[in-house]
């Protein structure tokens, strides 16, 4: 079966200390994998996805098909970075399945 | 202001009333999705359409309908059916398979 998992619901991370926020999937083809991220008060916006392997706001996120995850990390969190954090998959067809999310909370 | 537009942006149902939440979408994608947020839960998909005129059911559909008429717009009805409608829903739109979703603003919907 198709499956996203965050296995944190909650991250707290101090300030300029390295970030990692998991994700692990189970998909049997060639996964599109995406993080999406939902700032307090704004729309769920595209972070970044693994075909593109591009830094967006300092994060970067590795496919590892060996381990299927997808973690997205950043060395430096910043207080900006609070947000609420979802890792896609998309499967081939129309259909996307997402994790449970997990919140980052950046403490000064 | 290219994008998702979702209207209204809270609403309120009755008991056996239907209700339904508009979508609308300028950026010319071809295919529109309906969500489901709940805490703790992420995003489910209640339907999701390729193209206009054809519509799937996603995961958690019972108690939903929806329509694709015009490639803009993809209501989404609220059924009485719909036990525990109480939540926040999300529409999206993407260029096609394996693109990146574009998201509305939600619509929050609470029972009286």
Sequence with gaps: ?108 | DGGITQSPKYLFRKEGQNVTLSCEQNLNHDAMYWYRQDPGQGLRLIYYSQIVNDFQKGDIAEGYSVSREKKESFPLTVTSAQKNPTAFYLCASSMGRNQPQHFGDGTRLSIL
């Excluded at chain 1, 991370?13 to 060639?30: D, M, Q, R, T, W």
């Excluded at chain 1, 599109?32 to 693994?50: A, I, N, P």
């Excluded at chain 1, 979802?86 to 499967?91: E, N, P, R, T």
Aim: glycine share 8%.
């Design chain 1, 1 to 108: 079966a198709q499956r996203v998992t965050q296995p944190e619901k909650l991250l707290s991370v101090f300030k300029g200390a390295p970030v990692e926020l998991k994700c692990n999937y189970s998909y049997s083809g060639s996964p599109e994998l995406f993080w999406y991220v939902q700032y307090s008060r704004q729309r769920l916006q595209l972070l970044l996805r693994h075909i593109s392997r591009e830094s967006i706001k300092g994060f970067t996120a590795d496919l590892n098909k060996g381990e299927t995850s997808f973690h997205l990390k950043k060395p430096f969190a910043q207080e900006e970075d609070s947000a609420m954090y979802y890792c896609a998959l998309g499967s081939g067809t129309y259909k996307y399945i997402f994790g449970t999310g997990t919140r980052l909370k950046v403490l000064a």
